[in-house]
């Protein structure tokens, strides 16, 4: 996605959504209508800079995630277009849980630039500001053997404005580079350190990209002009 750049200074907001349906079968009927949304009302809204969307391996999970210039920008945009209401009402829709935060500093791996084939979004629950510094801290921390990790194409965290949830949404080019990671001794190792931090359990989800969505030109140059 444009709008972050793993090691870089962060800039902008970030909105995910995860919609979890209850059949299987009507997995495609959500994921077209979230794309549907970002290509007819986001990509040509200020400040609008790109979208995945990602389906979980077990067909119950679509997410959406959304990278915007500022938070002013998107603010703006969901007082005039979106209406997720409509979203979570829907029939087949078991729940849907929306994360709103900053992006914060990432690591950059050695497949950086190529087509994610694994998207993991990773929401953990903290107990505010001093935890999630420690989390990004550890994340830092591990960057040291991630950024060599073959297939690791990046990993960008995002923190709510309260400190109480963080989200890491790491990508591989593959499955088989994503098995590789996970089953490195130092992955279990970092989980120990940062399960001391949580207030509760995590939610995992692991993912295929469906679909990126960039800005249209005529939104990118409004945005310029700002």
Request: proline content about 5%; charged content about 25%.
């Amino acid at each position: 996605m444009t709008s972050v750049k793993p090691g870089a200074s962060p800039v902008g907001f970030a909105s995910i959504e995860t919609l979890r349906i209850v059949d299987s079968g009507e997995l495609r009927t959500f994921v077209d209508l979230l794309a549907h949304e970002v290509h007819a009302c986001d990509v040509f809204a200020r400040g609008f800079i790109s979208a995945q969307i990602c389906v979980s391996l077990d067909s119950t999970t679509v997410v959406r995630r959304s990278h915007w210039a500022d938070e002013s920008s998107y603010r703006a945009f969901l007082a005039t277009a979106r209406s997720r209401g409509s979203l979570s009402d829907c029939p087949g829709v078991h729940s849907l849980s929306v994360f709103e935060g900053a992006p914060k500093v990432g690591i950059e791996g050695p497949a950086l630039g190529d087509t994610p084939g694994i998207v993991v979004v990773a929401t953990r629950h903290l107990s505010g500001h001093e935890s999630a510094r420690a989390v990004l801290g550890l994340l830092t921390k591990s960057g040291e053997w991630k950024r060599r990790f073959p297939g690791f194409i990046s990993a960008t965290p995002y923190v709510s404005e309260d400190g109480k949830t963080f989200v890491n949404c790491p990508m591989w080019v593959d499955e088989r580079a994503f098995d590789a990671w996970m089953a490195d001794p130092r992955i279990a190792e970092a989980r120990h350190e940062v399960v001391v931090q949580e207030a509760a359990p995590p939610d995992v989800v692991v993912c295929v990209l469906d679909e990126q969505i960039e800005a249209s030109e005529a939104s990118l140059h409004e945005g310029a002009r700002r």
